[in-house]
């Protein structure tokens, strides 16, 4: 008989959902988890939420701050335990250890790296209540949670262009063609992505190390993996290689196969920030599930690189008509906001 959450659990529930959402919970490529531990009675005795990557996940934050006894308590997790084969240690084996006696669930962990949560806690003689509110809980994660679904990278793409569609003049020059706060924001998604991907062509011309880095210059907390395209070199002291971060240079035109090899190799977010030619290729393949477009107010005719290149539109039904879903001021620039719907 499958167990079903109390009514003190759902309430819970909801709370581990709501601080899961927490503003200190870094938007990255973990997924935001929210803990709540009740008594036997279903009285509250702690909380933890996951605050990001190199940061205690949310059953363990919630465990340590527990000043009480902590064997016979009921643990109510928006996320299914971490399990992981190769490694001495996870929450799941935590909650074992620690004697807590059920354990309530939101969404199931299905990434490959951390799934089987539920399974070892039931071996273990925990009560395991699975589908707590789960869709509630999947949607704190949407990146999450279309990842794993698709097997393959949640994909964000930036465009920073003039009013008037160009990502460039004719000599290749873009730097600068958004304001400050629109490139502080562009830090941010840098920050966000497992992969920042870009070309080797682009990291010449721009000399840009992809960094993702605060107003003041220092680097922020957590660092994408640098991921650059093409069959040109790339000269050993250029500023990307001195950043420390991981850079990987690949000459492919199979976007579909390096997506899937990233998923495997458990990297569950993509931002791409290239010239027109890689963002129109990640398009037309149907590799897109997200465009932050930035519009600066700035003209440069039709001398000017467009956007995007041939997406085989040459009628008006045949439009692309990604979804808007949030369109905002930063400084000078517009920043919109489109989504791809699921292709399942
Ligand atoms: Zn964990």
Redesign the pocket.
């Known amino acids: 008989v499958a167990l079903a959450p109390s009514a003190a659990e759902l309430i819970a529930m909801r709370q581990a959902i709501e601080i899961a959402q927490d503003e200190a919970a870094a938007l990255g490529p973990n997924p935001r988890v929210g803990c709540v531990i009740l008594d036997s009675d279903g009285q509250y005795l702690a909380n933890g939420f996951h605050l990001g990557v190199g940061h205690p996940?949310a059953?363990i934050a919630a465990l340590e701050k527990m000043n009480t006894e902590v064997v016979g308590t009921t643990a109510v997790v928006s996320l299914e335990?971490?399990f992981r084969s190769d490694r001495e240690q996870?929450?799941s084996k935590r909650l074992v250890e620690a004697g807590v006696k059920r354990v309530v669930i939101g969404q199931l962990d299905e990434s490959a790296k951390a799934q089987g949560g539920a399974k070892y806690l039931a071996d273990n003689g925990v009560e395991v209540v699975v589908g707590a509110m789960t869709e509630e809980a999947a949607a704190i994660n949407p990146w999450f949670t279309k990842s794993i679904k698709l097997k393959r990278p949640y994909i964000r793409i930036k465009i920073a262009a003039s009013l008037d569609g160009r990502v460039a003049a004719a000599d290749g020059s873009s730097k600068w063609i958004s304001g400050n706060p629109a490139r502080d924001y562009v830090h941010q998604l840098r920050s966000e992505a497992s992969v920042v991907i870009s070309t080797i062509r682009t990291a010449q011309i721009d000399q840009s190390r992809f960094t993702a880095r605060n107003t003041d210059g220092s680097l922020k907390s957590h660092q994408p993996q640098i991921l650059l395209l093409g069959k040109e070199k790339l000269n050993s002291d250029h500023l990307v290689f001195q950043t420390g971060n991981q850079v990987d240079l690949i000459d492919t035109r199979d976007l579909s196969s390096l997506m899937k090899s990233l998923y495997q190799d458990q990297k569950l977010s993509v931002l791409i920030e290239s010239g027109p030619t890689l963002a129109t290729a990640f398009i037309e393949a149907g590799l897109v599930d997200e465009i932050i477009w930035v519009v600066s107010p700035i003209l440069l005719g039709n001398q000017g690189i467009a956007a995007l290149g041939d997406l085989g539109v040459s009628n008006i039904d045949q439009a692309i008509r990604p979804h808007v879903y949030e369109i905002s001021q930063l400084g000078l620039d517009t920043i919109i906001k489109l989504q791809f719907p699921s292709e399942s």
Request: with cysteine.
């Open positions: 996940h059953e335990p971490c996870s929450c």
